[in-house]
Structure formats: C-alpha cells, structure tokens
Nanobody
Framework: QVQLVESGGGLVQPGGSLRLSCAASGSIFSIYTVGWYRQAPGKQRELVAT???????NYADSVKGRFTISRDNAKNTLYLQMNSLNPEDTAVYYCNAYRTTLGGTYQYWGQGTQVTVSS
C-alpha cells in the first residue's frame, strides 16, 4: 500500500514559481511510475507530468518548458517545480503512483494541494 501526501500549494502571482512536494510512504520510485495531475473546477483531471522508474519524464504540452518533475529516492519524495505560472495553471494538483503486475494494476492518489495563480 502506498500513501501519498502533497504539499507546497498556495497563492502565487502570474509569472511566479512554486514547488510542489509529494511524500510517499515507502520507497516506491523503483517500481512505480509517478506523476502529477491537476483538476480545475469544471474541468477533467489532466496529466501534468510523469516520471518512470527508469527516470524518463513526460510533460503535458501546456507545461513543457515551464514545469520540471523530479524525485528524491532517499527522501521518498516527488517534486514538481513550476515556473512562469499563469492563471490557467490554477487547479488542485494531485500526485499519483501507478504500477502494473501480473496480479493486476495498482494506482494510488494523494489528496491534492491547491494552486492558485492570481494577481
């Protein structure tokens, strides 16, 4: 079982930066693909960025070049560095861990952290 807890959200002005953190309950990065999703009011939850167990990263076109996903295995923590924020980035951000085994698929979600970009 994996527990994920997000932190680091808050209010920031357009053009500003935030770093989100997702603390995992165990050493999961060797076996799970982990990433960040976000959901704005009235919109579907969307992929922001992922990083695989092999370290490959993937970004949504809307954030590529502005956001950076990373992890610290020793701290069991996932990060999302968000730069050049704009109001379109306002959403609840969730961290996610995903793994497929012969026994089935395992997926875990954090509770989310609010990011608000506003003047």
């Amino acid at each position: 079982q994996v527990q994920l807890v997000e932190s680091g959200g808050g209010l920031v002005q357009p053009g500003g930066s935030l770093r989100l953190s997702c603390a995992a309950s165990g050493s999961i990065f060797s076996i799970y693909t982990v990433g960040w999703y976000r959901q704005a009011p009235g919109k579907q939850r969307e992929l922001v960025a992922t990083i695989t167990r092999g370290g490959n990263t993937n970004y949504a076109d809307s954030v590529k070049g502005r956001f950076t996903i990373s992890r610290d295995n020793a701290k069991n923590t996932l990060y999302l560095q968000m730069n050049s924020l704009n109001p379109e980035d306002t959403a609840v951000y969730y961290c996610n861990a995903y793994r497929t085994t012969l026994g089935g698929t395992y997926q875990y979600w954090g509770q989310g952290t609010q990011v608000t970009v506003s003047s």
